[in-house]
């Protein structure tokens, strides 16, 4: 549309101007010329009317034409402007959100093996004792480089006992997860029970079959089911994130879900075998045992130390105008006095030491292993009661509450009741399962030996 009324006017404008250039050529030809000059003042005056009108015109043709040209073939853009009009047409995309990661049990072992800062500190003290063993072998004595490899063991032992308190903690910080999503779901299903329950007594007020008084009730009770979801979300999202720090390395990046459930696995258990592993493989029983051989080590060590080391010597003494004197000497410190008893005394003490140490670590050993049984065996017992029918009836009771209620033989809080007894019963059963494998990472922590199926 905006084209044509453009051509239309062009064409209008061009038949105007011909036809204005032949009429003024007529009246200037019908002018007579009374002065020297081409034109009386009377056609003067009017030609230059004229003229400007005529430039008018002629301004308004030109400026008519790029404007059809333009709207015919606009230029292309070229170089950065082109580049930029691009981007300004192309679509935009937002990058989509990092997906999280999900992990198992023992995918977070993994991970905190690997990553977690704490590990990463004791691991220095290994490397301070690993360059310590250096500096013994810089000066050769084999009592100095018994003593430094007994030193080693001992920081590794160290380490070992640090490893397993850690990776315990791990474990039970994962089922703290495992439980607060448990409870998170349990409280959904019994908000979405009760909405459909005040739905449904909602219609029965609007057809007059009860009254509104149990309606408000239930609106009231409402706010409860709604609190109990917002709590649970809140436990939920505060036990992951206490998880995403003990896994270390960097918190920003460490989006994760846990993968699996509070599942119940019997387990059988004997103490005199429990005792055994616990004795072969508790890492603080075994620093304390490298504890009495590093004080052994040094004991020979400052032993050995009576006993001064030879000092060799070798030198040439050159004459200008002479020959050359070369001279070799052995030199040895005689013990009139031996400065070394303070040393031997320091390191017998660190033996008895040791040795009172182990004796009360083989006594806390045991004790562990005895009272994380029994509380195992008490947590297993627990488990099994819920599981002798009690769930199964609790499910029972609701669903039928919710038929009696349909057919007009109960009532809203008898089936309100129902949901509150399915919904504690249910809480405190996840409870116990949590427990229950609380209490075998106890028993695992006491043993030092994993005991799990997984």
């Known amino acids: 549309m905006y084209q044509h009324d453009i051509n239309y006017l062009g064409n209008y404008l061009g038949n105007y101007l011909g036809n204005y250039l032949r009429r003024f050529r007529e009246r200037c030809n019908s002018v007579v010329c009374h002065r020297p000059c081409d034109l009386p003042r009377y056609c003067r005056r009017h030609k230059s009317r004229r003229v400007s009108y005529l430039a008018s015109l002629l301004l308004l043709t030109l400026t008519v034409h790029p404007i059809q040209a333009q709207e015919k073939s606009p230029e292309p853009l070229k170089g950065i402007n082109a580049d930029v009009n691009a981007m300004l047409r192309r679509p935009v995309q937002m990058p989509a959100p990092p997906s999280k990661r999900s992990i198992t049990i023992s995918d977070a072992v993994s991970i905190f093996l690997q990553q977690n800062l704490q590990l990463v500190a004791a691991r220095y003290d290994i490397d301070t004792v690993d360059a310590e063993k250096l500096t013994a072998r810089l000066r050769p004595k084999g009592k100095r480089i018994n003593a430094a ?59 007059g079959e009860i009254s509104g008084l149990d309606l408000k009730r239930l609106e009231v009770e409402e706010l409860k089911f709604d609190t109990d979801v917002a709590n649970s979300e809140r436990d939920y999202e505060v036990a992951v994130r206490d998880l995403r720090v003990t896994l270390g390395g960097d918190y920003r990046a460490m989006d994760i879900e846990v993968a699996g459930t509070l599942d119940y696995q019997s387990y059988e258990f004997s103490l005199a075998d429990l005792r055994d592993k616990s004795l072969a493989a508790r890492p603080d029983l075994k620093a304390a045992q490298l504890s009495e051989r590093a004080a052994d080590a040094s004991i020979r060590l400052q032993d050995a130390q009576r006993i001064p080391d030879l000092t060799l010597g070798a030198g040439i003494d050159q004459v200008p105008t002479g020959t050359s004197t070369y001279t070799f000497g052995v030199g040895i410190s005689l013990p009139v006095f031996d400065r070394n008893q303070g040393e031997r005394a320091k390191a017998l003490i660190e033996k008895r030491k040791a040795q009172n140490e182990q004796q009360v670590i083989t006594n806390l050993v045991l004790s562990d292993v005895d009272k994380a049984l029994v509380a195992f065996e008490i947590q297993k017992r627990r488990v099994e009661l819920y599981r002798t029918g009690v769930l199964k009836k609790v499910d029972d009771i609701q669903n039928l509450t919710e038929f009696a209620l349909k057919a ?47």
Do not use: C
């Open 149 to 207: 490899n007994a030193n080693s063991e001992l920081a590794r032992a160290d380490f070992q006992m640090v490893v397993w308190q850690l990776t315990n903690d791990l474990k039970k910080k994962f089922y703290a997860v495992l439980l607060a999503e448990s409870l998170l779901k349990l409280a959904k299903d019994n908000q979405k029970t009760f909405a459909e329950t005040v739905q449904h007594t909602s219609e029965l007020v609007q057809l």
């Open 408 to 454: 007009g033989e109960s009532s809203t809080l008898d089936l309100l009741d129902a949901i509150r007894t399915r919904r504690e019963t249910l809480a405190a059963y996840y409870q116990t399962l949590f427990d229950y494998e609380s209490a075998l990472l106890d028993l695992e922590l006491a043993t030092a030996t994993p005991l799990q199926n997984k």
